[in-house]
C-alpha cells in the first residue's frame, strides 16, 4: 500500500519525510488553506526539487495553465484536483501530469456514478470524507463501507482522518482498485508541522502490514 504524505510545507520536514520512506509527498497550492505552499519559499522549492520522493501538487479550482506552471516550478509529478474541476480541464492537464481526482463522499453518493465522468480524464481517484462549508480534508473519516459495493475501476487513494490508531482497520479494509491512503491532519503538532515521531511509527506499521490485496500501479 502506498503512503502519501500531504500538506509539507516545513522545508526542514521535507528531509525528514525522505528518510521515512513514505511513497509521495503532497504539496497544497490551495490559498485558503492552512497548509498551502508559501509560493515565495526558496527554501522550501529548493528542498522540493532535490527531493526524491515522488511529489504530488493538490490544487483546487485552478485554471490548467496555472496548475501547470506552479507544478513545473516545484518538480511536481503528478497532480490532485480536489475541486469542482470539469472533465475538460482535467484532461487539459493530464497531458502534462498524470492525474487524480478527489471526491468527498457522503452517505448517500452513489461512488460509480460520482467517478463515471472521469474515466477516461484520470489515472487515480482520491475519496476523502464530504464537506460542504469548504474544500480540503476535515480530519473526520467517512464510512469505508459506502466503498465496498462500488467497482470504481481506477486505482484510488483512501483518504479522511486516517490517524495512527488505523493500523488495523486499514489492515482490514480491502478492495481491488485500493491503491493507497493519503494521511495529513491527524499527523501534526499544527497545520503543515508533522509529527515526524507519529509519522514514522505509522508507515513503519503499514509497510510491515502490508499485503496483497492492493492495486499493483505505478506512477
Not at 23 to 39: E, H, K, N, Q, T
Not at 80 to 100: K, M, N
Not at 188 to 200: D, M, T
Amino acid at each position: 500500500m502506498k503512503i502519501k504524505v500531504c500538506g509539507m510545507k516545513i522545508p526542514e520536514q521535507v528531509n525528514d519525510l525522505q528518510e521515512l520512506v513514505a511513497d509521495y509527498a503532497g504539496l497544497i497550492f490551495y490559498p485558503l488553506s492552512a497548509r498551502c505552499v508559501d509560493f515565495n519559499n526558496t527554501e522550501l522549492r529548493k528542498n522540493m526539487l532535490a527531493l526524491s520522493i515522488k511529489k504530488i501538487g493538490v490544487f483546487v479550482n485552478e485554471t490548467p495553465e496555472q496548475v501547470i506552471d506552479i507544478s513545473r516550478a516545484f518538480g511536481i509529478q503528478m497532480v490532485q484536483l480536489h475541486g469542482h474541476e470539469s472533465v475538460d480541464t482535467c484532461r487539459q492537464i493530464r497531458a502534462s501530469f498524470p492525474l487524480i481526482k478527489a471526491f468527498r463522499i457522503n452517505a448517500t453518493d452513489d461512488v460509480d456514478q460520482m467517478v463515471a465522468q472521469y474515466m477516461e480524464s484520470a489515472d487515480y481517484f482520491l475519496f476523502d470524507t464530504g464537506n460542504n462549508d469548504h474544500y480540503g480534508g476535515t480530519g473526520k473519516k467517512f464510512d469505508w463501507h459506502l466503498l465496498k459495493n462500488a467497482h470504481i475501476g481506477k486505482p484510488f487513494f483512501l483518504s479522511g482522518g486516517i490517524g495512527p490508531g488505523d493500523v488495523e482497520a486499514l489492515k482490514k479494509f480491502t478492495h481491488p482498485f485500493l491503491f493507497g491512503i493519503d494521511i495529513n491532519s491527524r499527523f501534526e503538532i499544527a497545520p503543515g508541522e508533522k509529527n515526524i515521531k507519529s509519522l514514522s511509527l505509522f508507515i513503519n506499521a503499514i509497510k510491515a502490514k502490508a499485503g496483497g490485496n492492493h492495486y499493483k500501479s505505478e506512477l
